[in-house]
């Protein structure tokens, strides 16, 4: 079994009297994907601030190879977690380029310039993304998808030990859904991805926390933890859950039936 590199213990995040976040236990073995999915305001991004010190737990800990990240000079949490938030922007006149260079910015002394072995790092960070065509352009020129590669690109750069992406999907489209995911799956990085898409967290994950208000309510392998029973339970949502053809992974197809009687908008006057 791959040792755990990344911990939450009975972590909790508070916030105007009310738990965002309560008690949260979570485990990521090295080199694994761990997604974590929930409903709007289940606490999925408010767990990972507090993974890449945007946010100050409450109570519990996020421990590092078991040590506390509070504990660690934001530098040296940097130079192992890279993140990929849902509110990363780039407003500044930067060239692709010169984003993803910000990557290696932890590891950096002064101003130094950039090695022959960090500028190929960029590059092939770049190639990776399918962005290496666009190290010259400003990024203000860009796509939203186009930047979000950039930005992926970036990440990779830190060369963290840890990735934490936030919705890394956003504003993708389905080629480069795949080819995002396919390049994690095959990375051996370790992940720990906030995803809404449940197909595509089956895909990409070896396990899925589902929470629910802020606590956990399921973890386990993909197969284990997306049943109809759960998918009705935190979602609200008919689901029925199929093999994939081909690898067998588990898919959901749901079920948008039309509103019941009791639901269903009043007719208008008669004519």
């Known amino acids: 079994m791959a040792p755990t590199v990344l911990s939450l213990r009975d972590l909790s995040v508070e916030a105007a009297g009310r738990a965002l976040v309560d008690r949260l236990n979570i485990d990521v073995a090295a080199g694994s994907i761990v997604g974590l999915v929930g409903p709007n305001g289940s606490g999925k991004s408010t767990a990972l601030r507090c993974v890449y010190r945007a946010l100050r737990p409450t109570s519990g800990a996020v421990l590092l190879d078991g040590t506390d990240l509070t504990s660690l000079k934001l530098r040296d949490s ?3 977690i890279a ?8 407003e500044l006149d930067f060239t692709v380029a010169e984003v993803v260079a910000l990557g290696r910015a932890p590891h950096a002394r002064g101003n130094q310039q ?5 500028r190929e790092l960029c590059h092939r960070s770049m190639d990776r993304l399918d962005i290496a065509h666009l190290a010259d352009r400003s990024v203000l020129t860009l796509s939203g998808g186009e930047r979000q590669r950039v930005l992926v690109a970036r990440a990779l750069a830190q060369e963290p030990r840890v990735l934490v992406l936030d919705e890394p999907t956003n504003h993708l489209d389905v080629r480069h859904q ?5 390049f994690l799956r095959s990375s051996e990085l370790t ?3 906030a995803l809404h898409d ?9 396990r899925i926390a589902v929470l629910g208000s802020g606590c956990l309510v399921s973890s386990g392998a993909p197969a284990e933890v997306l049943t109809p029973e759960l998918v009705r339970k935190v979602f609200g949502v008919d689901a029925m859950v199929v093999p994939h053809p081909r690898t067998g992974i588990p898919q959901l197809l749901y079920d948008l039936a039309a509103p019941t009687p009791a639901d269903a908008p009043p007719e208008g006057p008669p004519s």
Request: hydrophobic letters at 45%.
């Open 191 to 193: 992940v720990l991805t």
């Open 78 to 80: 940097a130079r192992s």
């Open 178 to 182: 795949v080819e995002l995911l396919s």
């Open 83 to 90: 993140a990929l938030t849902q509110e990363s922007h780039t």
């Open 198 to 206: 449940l197909n595509l967290a089956a895909q990409v994950c070896d």
């Open 114 to 118: 950039l090695t022959a072995r960090e």
